[in-house]
């Protein structure tokens, strides 16, 4: 997210994510779109113990670990109870195609209170012995990250694995965003990508997924216009002329299903999309989020093409990803709103005019930027998934 004072912050966009132009001028060529029918250091503390899955339903958080942006610093071990996965926000790269991650904490100038290194530790392991996951995100809106070569890729492996090790985290969460993953042109097929920096951030993040094991802790948080606007647009498209990051995370997301602890997508700082209706929804209220989360859990043509669908994930992969307040970014709805979707998709009432292609009560739960906006919100974020889940 933004490294702004809360007065700049509110009037510029979320670092979490950067808006997007509305979908239907992504594209010099449009397509047609169709629906679709369901279907280690010396000093290092040891890798976490990690249990293999989230709760039934789980709270998802980004803490600003290493940056203040007017919210105000959270220590980690200060961390609201209601969150059960804690992303620290964020590694970054040195240069944007060395693929080496840093993760550098909140220096006591910028963020008042900060915990010692030592106290830190100690709050990761506190928090994991209280059933909690705590996985360091790389990415956000400063940190591109672009692995255009075989050096690139093992060097990502290794520095991540490096933070993980460090801090015995739990897991990896990646937050690509901007220019990190675009495809090239003449790539147009998600299952069989080859583009170099698609083809080895999926190689980098299977070597770690078997480097810790099946109960590694793996998600993304991809933004809208990297997923479900692949449904229009796909890459630079068969004659070029598109954006060439349209849909772009679609071939990593599909390439590693099985892997994938949680997908939350972004449903905030978005463009209209069009969804499996044919028409286009925007942000502001409980049928975007409605139409978002179908697509994932129904599939969808990609770029139109009803020979190419992009298959459902499963609802325990998937969580709705929200801003915690109105300061947090553009599209945040209240919690009667929030409550309304959760319904639509889980039990299959109060849809409104999206009517979803089913119903979910295993969808996993929300995601929030941030639980560092939660609080200085007074925690009704949190309040909202509490009451909800129970």
């Given at each position: 997210m933004?490294?702004?004072?809360?007065?700049?912050?509110?009037?510029?966009?979320?670092?979490?994510?950067?808006?997007?132009?509305?979908?239907?001028?992504?594209?010099?060529?449009?397509?047609?779109?169709?629906?679709?029918a369901?279907?280690?250091?010396?000093?290092?503390?040891?890798?976490?113990?990690?249990?293999?899955?989230?709760?039934?339903?789980?709270?998802?958080?980004?803490?600003?670990?290493?940056?203040?942006?007017?919210?105000?610093?959270?220590?980690?071990?200060?961390?609201?109870?209601?969150?059960?996965?804690?992303?620290?926000?964020?590694?970054?790269?040195t240069s944007v195609t060395s693929g080496d991650i840093r993760f550098s904490r909140c220096p006591p100038a910028e963020c008042p209170g900060v915990e010692s290194e030592a106290e830190f530790k100690v709050a990761v392991k506190a928090k994991q012995q209280a059933g909690k996951k705590v996985l360091i995100s790389i990415g956000?809106?400063?940190g591109q990250v672009r692995l255009t070569t075989p050096q690139a890729r093992e060097t990502f492996v290794d520095s991540v694995s490096s933070i993980i090790d460090t801090y015995g985290l739990d897991g990896l969460d990646i937050d690509f965003e901007g220019h990190s993953l675009s495809l090239d042109d003449g790539d147009t097929d998600f299952e069989n990508p080859t583009t170099p920096v698609i083809v080895h951030l999926i190689s980098a993040l299977r070597t770690l997924k078997e480097r810790y094991g099946d109960?590694?802790?793996?998600?993304?948080?991809?933004e809208t216009f990297f997923v479900q606007l692949g449904h229009q647009y796909y890459g630079?498209?068969?004659?070029?002329?598109?954006?060439?990051?349209?849909?772009?995370?679609?071939?990593?997301?599909?390439?590693?299903?099985?892997?994938?602890?949680?997908l939350h997508v972004q449903d905030y700082n978005s463009g209209p999309i069009m969804g499996l209706d044919g028409q286009y929804h925007t942000m502001g209220g409980a049928d975007f989020h409605i139409a978002m989360t179908d697509?994932?859990?129904?599939?969808?043509?990609v770029a139109g093409d009803p020979d190419k669908v992009f298959p459902a994930l499963r609802p325990e992969q998937v969580a709705i990803g929200m801003p915690a307040t109105p300061q947090a970014g553009n599209g945040h709805v209240p919690p009667a709103e929030v409550?309304?979707?959760?319904?639509?998709?889980?039990?299959?009432?109060?849809?409104?005019?999206?009517?979803?292609?089913?119903?979910?009560?295993?969808?996993?739960?929300?995601?929030?930027?941030?639980?560092?906006?939660?609080?200085?919100?007074?925690?009704?974020?949190?309040?909202?998934?509490?009451?909800?889940?129970?």
């Open positions: 933004n490294r702004r004072s809360l007065s700049s912050w509110t009037s510029r966009r979320s670092r979490r994510g950067r808006g997007r132009c509305a979908a239907a001028a992504v594209a010099v060529c449009a397509l047609a779109a169709t629906a679709v369901p279907h280690a250091a010396a000093d290092a503390a040891p890798a976490a113990s990690r249990a293999a899955e989230p709760p039934e339903h789980a709270l998802v958080g980004y803490l600003h670990a290493s940056f203040a942006n007017g919210s105000g610093y959270t220590r980690l071990a200060d961390v609201p109870d209601s969150w059960d996965i804690i992303d620290l926000a964020f590694g970054e790269p956000g809106q400063n109960e590694f802790t793996l998600t993304m948080a991809p630079s498209g068969p004659w070029g002329g598109q954006d060439p990051r349209a849909g772009a995370y679609l071939p990593v997301i599909h390439a590693l299903r099985d892997d994938l602890t949680l697509m994932l859990l129904t599939g969808f043509p409550e309304k979707a959760l319904d639509c998709l889980t039990k299959g009432s109060a849809c409104g005019p999206y009517t979803p292609h089913g119903t979910w009560p295993a969808l996993r739960g929300l995601m929030a930027w941030s639980v560092n906006w939660d609080r200085y919100g007074g925690d009704e974020f949190a309040g909202t998934f509490d009451r909800y889940f129970g």
